[in-house]
Structures are given as structure tokens and as C-alpha cells.
């Protein structure tokens, strides 16, 4: 028994200390910032989904519709990355997993801030349209 208990507390801090190792390295924190950077974009995102509604009319819904349907899977995305971001045990496949989750965050982050880009101008040119 107490060898059991001496495995597992051993496997505890080995994985642990891991775990810690790879939460230092220069590749997770180059993903985490990115992550960081656009998280905030997500409530933006909203916000100028939500201003589009007093425009809908017939003139503008099919560039709205579009607009809103890019910020919704530039959402969608980062949501869906959040989820499935796991970190694997052994540093060697964390290495591999890092360089992968770069690429992926980094096209979600273009797509957040392409989405944010035009719908900004669109809205810019709706209200400029209304005269506001």
C-alpha cells in the first residue's frame, strides 16, 4: 500500500512539474499572448453584431447577414479552440502540439480581427448613410 501511494504522489509531481515546464516555454507563451490578445475581441464582436440590428432593412441585409455570419465563426472558432486546448503530458508531444495550436490561434486571431475590420466599416458606412 504504501508503495501505491508512493507511485502515484511520484506520478502527481513528475506530471506536475511536466506540466509546469511546459507552461513556461517560450511556445506556450507565445500562444497564450496571442489568446490574450483577441480573448477581449470576442465582447467587440458582439457589440457590432448588436448595433447592425436598427439597420436591417431590405437595402442592407445580405452585407449584414454576411458581416454577422464572419463574426460569428471567428467566434465559433476561438470558442472551439478554447475547448479542445489540451496540453499532452510529455514534453517532446507538447513541442509538436504548441508549433500546431500556434498556426490554428493565429488564423483565429486574423479571422476576429478581419471580422472586427469590416464590420466596423460597414456599420461606419450605415451610419453614414443615416447622417449620425
Known amino acids: ?13 513528475l506530471f506536475t512539474a511536466c506540466n509546469q515546464d511546459i ?14 490578445k483577441v480573448m477581449p475581441e470576442l ?9 447592425f440590428k436598427s439597420y436591417a432593412d431590405s437595402t442592407n441585409l445580405e452585407r449584414i447577414t454576411e458581416v454577422n455570419t464572419k463574426i460569428m465563426q471567428a467566434n465559433d472558432g476561438m470558442m472551439q479552440w ?6 499532452p503530458e510529455s514534453k517532446t508531444e ?6 500546431s495550436e500556434l498556426v490554428k490561434i493565429t488564423n483565429i486571431s486574423n ?19 443615416k447622417g449620425q
Open 43 to 51: 465582447s467587440k464582436l458582439s457589440t457590432l453584431r448588436g448595433e
Open 1 to 13: 500500500m504504501k508503495y501505491l501511494l508512493t507511485s502515484i504522489l511520484a506520478t502527481f509531481v
Open 94 to 99: 507538447a513541442e509538436t502540439y504548441l508549433d
Open 23 to 36: 507552461k513556461s516555454s517560450q511556445k506556450y507563451k507565445d500562444v497564450m499572448a496571442i489568446h490574450d
Open 82 to 87: 478554447m475547448d479542445e486546448f489540451k496540453l
Open 111 to 129: 479571422a476576429m480581427m478581419t471580422a472586427k475590420t469590416n464590420a466596423t466599416a460597414l456599420l461606419n458606412e450605415l451610419k453614414a448613410a
